[in-house]
Every structure is written in C-alpha cells, then in structure tokens.
C-alpha cells in the first residue's frame, strides 16, 4: 500500500468508526485540503476494498492512531513534549559528532 493513502485510509476508518459511510467529501473533510483529490478517490476505493480484519489491524498502527485521529489537548501537549525531547537529544548528538570530527581533524590540521 502506498505510504500516502494512510492517512485517506485512517480518516475513512475513523468516519465509518463514527457511524458513517466514508464518502470522498467526508473522508477529505477529516484530512483537510492537504491530499490532492486522486490520493483521496484512490485512498478511499483501497478502503472500500479492506476486509474487517484489515482495517482492524490498521487501525491499531501507532501512525494512525497518534498522527490520523483527532487528540485531546493532554495528549497533543504530551506528543510535543515527546518531540522536544527527541529533538533535543538530536542537538546534543550533533555537538558531540561535529566535536568528534573536530578530533579526527585535528592531527591533520598539525601535519600542515
């Protein structure tokens, strides 16, 4: 399945677990205007074609159930909190790799 159906996918699943049938004007109110309209019929269709358990188990993938559905504010604010933190340690590992290059460089900048 293509990467960028998922979220097609996941706002159909979320549509019909409200009692719904996902239509294209459902399904592309629930991602907003950001999927072209292709992605949206093609999305769609593939869900059409889903059995129970598919969309059973894909509804229970991390990506969509954190990045697909609506949050409450705590969990939004604790997702952000997780990111700050991903990002930070990210910084530091930077640091220490550009101080670790500087290392390696340094014999070679006293060689000339």
Not at 1 to 20: D, F, T, W
Request: hydrophobic share 40%.
């Amino acid at each position: 399945m293509s990467h960028e159906l998922v979220p097609v996918i996941a706002a159909a699943i979320a549509v019909s677990q409200n009692g719904q049938t996902p239509t294209l004007a459902l399904v592309k109110a629930k991602v907003g205007g950001k999927i072209p309209m292709p992605m949206l019929v093609a999305g769609l269709q593939r869900f059409k074609m889903m059995s129970e358990s598919e969309i059973a188990s894909f509804s229970t993938l991390p990506e969509v159930t954190s990045n697909h559905t609506s949050s409450s504010p705590s969990t939004v604010t604790l997702q952000l909190e997780d990111l700050q933190k991903q990002i930070n340690a990210l910084r530091e590992h930077c640091q220490q790799l550009e101080n670790r290059l500087l290392q390696l460089e340094q014999p070679v900048r006293e060689r000339d």
